[in-house]
T-cell receptor, first 116, second 111 residues
Framework: GAGVSQSPRYKVAKRGQDVALRCDPI?????LFWYQQALGQGPEFLTY????????KSGLPSDRFFAERPEGSVSTLKIQRTQQEDSAVYLC??????????????FGPGTRLTVT | GESVGLHLPTLSVQEGDNSIINCAYS??????FIWYKQESGKGPQFIID?????DKRQGQRVTVLLNKTVKHLSLQIAATQPGDSAVYFC??????????FGKGITLSVRP
């Protein structure tokens, strides 16, 4: 069975460029999460969707970060006017449970973003 | 502030030995804890979880222990294998709150 997939796996952007990162969750999973993982650190929560509703975006570091999940399946994380501090691995996870922390979250392989 | 942290950045064990990875948490309201394993170039992989109404839970070759008195979580891996080499993260959450991950510890298995 297919797990969570993310694309692209690697993205190099020049400072100031906009980027869009895609997440395909496990089919039928209600909850979708985005995390940012700096080198050598644990993932840090960015935002959470239950179906198409974005219920928590408290972790988004600035208004340059925007996430959507318009049909309750695929999600896109967009970063506008990228800065060097945005360089990180962006992880997507999905869960069959509704709620922020109920049940097991299945993670994708991540997108490594490097801003030069 | 509230935090989840690991005592040691690296752990080296001999193949076949048991491994114990420790984690301290500071949020006494946390009631759900998970251990994740992350291999290079991959996303975190769920290992085992435990809720605060338990103090021990066992899986296949893994055991998680929770000591709420001292806010301590540990992961025990029996008969450690080379495939266990990875970075391990503990994560915690409170009621209807997001997961907070610790910084991670690298487990290195010597052949």
């Amino acid at each position: 069975g297919a797990g969570v997939s993310q694309s692209p796996r690697y993205k190099v952007a020049k400072r100031g460029q906009d980027v869009a990162l895609r997440c395909d969750p496990i089919s039928g999973h209600v909850s979708l999460f985005w995390y940012q993982q700096a080198l050598g650190q644990g993932p840090e929560f960015l935002t959470y969707f239950q179906n198409e509703a974005q219920l928590d975006k408290s972790g988004l570091p600035s208004d340059r970060f925007f996430a959507e999940r318009p049909e309750g399946s695929v999600s896109t994380l967009k970063i506008q006017r990228t800065q060097q501090e945005d360089s990180a691995v962006y992880l997507c996870a999905s869960s069959s449970w509704g709620g922020l922390a109920l049940g097991e979250q299945y993670f994708g392989p991540g997108t490594r973003l490097t801003v030069t | 502030g509230e935090s989840v942290g690991l005592h040691l950045p690296t752990l080296s064990v001999q193949e076949g030995d048991n491994s114990i990875i420790n984690c301290a948490y500071s949020n006494s309201a946390s009631d759900y804890f998970i251990w994740y394993k992350q291999e290079s170039g991959k996303g975190p992989q769920f290992i085992i979880d435990i809720r605060s109404n338990m103090d021990k839970r066992q899986g296949q070759r893994v055991t998680v222990l929770l000591n709420k008195t001292v806010k301590h979580l540990s992961l025990q891996i029996a008969a450690t294998q080379p495939g266990d080499s990875a970075v391990y993260f503990c994560a915690e959450s409170g009621a209807n709150s997001k997961l907070t991950f610790g910084k991670g510890i690298t487990l290195s298995v010597r052949p």
